[in-house]
């Protein structure tokens, strides 16, 4: 691999050592280290309980490690949340939220407009464009109940964006969408890859979109291996990871 | 007609309860849409229960009741919460278990100061539109300007808190601070309540009115604002109809609140029964009713 030059003048990555994470007394994740660099899609993988969703939480101090650190240019990276755009797994939202499409998006402008302040016309601006980039200019007025599955996840996306974050933090984003809206995300981690941010994905298809995936970190309660595509993905890694033979996209490899 | 609405203003204690009905209408709302979107109206129905030993004490020590009400329904929502985090307990078990102990501790030192003084359990359950003080309406009057205020200012933070509580953590916000501070307006509100409502049923004056704009509108704020509009609606003519009937406030503005529910769960343009008749299965081809049919069928 030839070495990347970020237009980003941040081109630091994100440090993770020796985190850990119980759930009362049972181990979620064993001390975990790892970077996760800047102008790189990143795919977090691993089985169901691997611990992918908790490592992205504890990273952002949504849940408490019982040691460890996760260190963004020598600074703990929950003091530096404004970087940070997270987006959460859609089944753990209530859909029926009285709130429509814009005032979704809007969400992403909360933290930097302030306190007691009203949202500014530059924010309406950054959410008008969010919402043309995902393609649901015609939708904002929706209430999000009426939209499908894709359409909601898209809404989420374009909350992300507005953020005007540097580290991108998604959770499952693939999960139950169509084809449309998977080209969509698809492109748009692409595009904020290659402007230099930091870009992580919980994923859990191993099918043809991993190869999407500039770097991979595989999760088992215990980090598997972290790398490159290519490095990470071999037979031998992922059946250590789940335990059995698993089919994958080998031509990723 | 109109003298039936203007006579009754003739007498000072009516202007003070119409007065205190129409500010409890407005709040409960506006809280109590935020507890509906939560799925919390749980909370509500044990907070407002929670208040009384407040009052009994508050009573005992001759300071204001609205105080002790205030003091009991926070301590009893922070009680909630410790049993919840620190015990494998579930927040709606954690509710019953709270809320009926301090409920029986009101009824229980009621009971003995009720011997030596006349202080009316009804009047704190029911509500009593005869009972509303000068000092009652300006209470009422503070707490509705601090909570509609407190909500004015930080209505962003709290849609985005009330939405997605992880998204708000993580993109920074003081989330336990949010949550407090909403518990504290609740509880505000529920002691404001307490003399018209009465405590049994507050929480229907929380939950009915926005669940009824709930059906007709899309955005939080509208259901706040038309959530207000059915609750003074349902306080005044509840007001009128205990004035007349002699009944008890606090049943007759939830009744009034009822019926506006029932009208929208039936004709609302997108949600109703009456108007989307295709949206639910009939009774025939209700699930219950296939394995009732086929559990017979069986048994042969």
């Known amino acids: ?149 894709g359409q909601q996840q898209r809404v989420f996306i374009a909350r992300a964006l507005t953020e005007q974050a540097h580290i991108f933090c998604f959770d499952e984003p693939f999960a139950g969408i169509d084809k449309k809206t998977e080209s969509v995300i698809f492109d748009i981690l692409h595009e904020l890859a290659e402007a230099g941010h930091i870009v992580l994905v919980v994923h859990h298809d191993l099918g043809h979109s991993i190869v999407n995936f500039d770097d991979l970190i595989l999760l088992n309660r215990e980090l598997v291996a972290h790398g490159t595509r290519k490095e990470v993905l071999n037979a031998e890694n992922l059946q250590y990871a789940y335990g059995d033979r698993i089919a994958f996209f080998s031509e990723a490899a | 007609m109109l003298e039936i609405l203007i006579e009754p203003l003739q007498y000072g204690f009516m202007q003070r309860s119409l007065m205190t009905a129409i500010l409890v209408g407005i709040i409960c709302a506006v809280v109590g849409s935020y507890l509906m979107v939560q799925r919390l109206a749980l909370l509500g129905e044990s907070v407002s229960h929670s208040v009384l030993p407040g009052v009994a004490i508050a009573f005992i020590l001759g300071v204001d009741i609205f105080l002790g009400a205030f003091i009991a329904g926070v301590i009893s929502a922070v009680m909630i919460a410790w049993v919840r985090t620190r015990s494998p307990v579930k927040e709606d078990a954690a509710m019953g278990i709270i809320y009926s102990a301090f409920f029986s501790l009101g009824i229980t030192l009621i009971t003995i100061v009720q011997k030596n003084n006349k202080i009316d359990l009804l009047h704190f359950l029911f509500g009593n539109i005869l009972g509303v003080t000068t000092r009652d309406v300006i209470n009422t009057s503070v707490i509705a300007v601090i909570v509609v205020g407190a909500i004015a200012l930080l209505y962003k933070e ?10 708000a953590q993580a993109s920074g916000l003081p989330i336990n601070l949010l949550d407090f501070g909403l518990i504290i307006l609740m509880s505000l509100t529920i002691v404001a309540s307490l003399t018209t409502v009465g405590l049994a049923l507050v929480v229907a004056l929380l939950i009915t009115p926005g669940a009824t704009a709930y059906l007709l509108v899309k955005r939080l704020h509208q259901m706040m604002i038309l959530g207000a509009v059915i609750g003074v609606l349902a306080s005044i003519s509840g007001m009128y109809l205990s004035y007349y009937f002699n009944i008890p406030s606090g049943p007759a503005i939830v009744m009034v609140a009822f019926g506006f529910f029932m009208l929208a769960f039936l004709f609302s343009p997108t949600h109703g029964v009456l108007t989307h008749p295709s949206r639910g299965p009939g009774l025939a081809q209700s699930q219950i009713w296939q394995e009732i049919r086929g559990l017979l069928a069986t048994k042969k």
């Open chain 1, 1 to 149: 691999m030839t070495p990347i030059s970020f237009p980003n003048r941040q081109a630091e990555g994100i440090h993770i050592s020796e985190l850990e994470v119980h759930y009362r007394r049972v181990l979620a994740l064993k001390a975990i280290n790892c970077e996760i660099r800047p102008g790189r899609v990143t795919g977090m993988i691993g089985p169901n309980g691997a611990g992918k969703s908790t490592l992205i939480k504890a990273m952002l101090g949504l849940v408490t490690p019982v040691q460890g650190k996760v260190c963004f240019q020598n600074q703990p990276l929950t003091k530096q949340l404004d970087q940070v755009a997270y987006l959460p797994q859609r089944s753990k939202i209530d859909w029926t939220y009285p709130a429509t499409v814009w005032d979704v998006v809007m969400m992403g402008r909360v933290r930097k407009t302030g306190w007691f302040h009203r949202f500014s016309s530059v924010s309406r601006r950054l959410v008008a464009q969010a919402l043309d980039r995902v393609g649901l200019s015609d939708y904002r007025d929706r209430a999000i109940g009426e939209l499908s599955g």
């Open chain 2, 158 to 167: 709290l849609l985005f808190y009330t939405f997605d509580p992880e998204g």
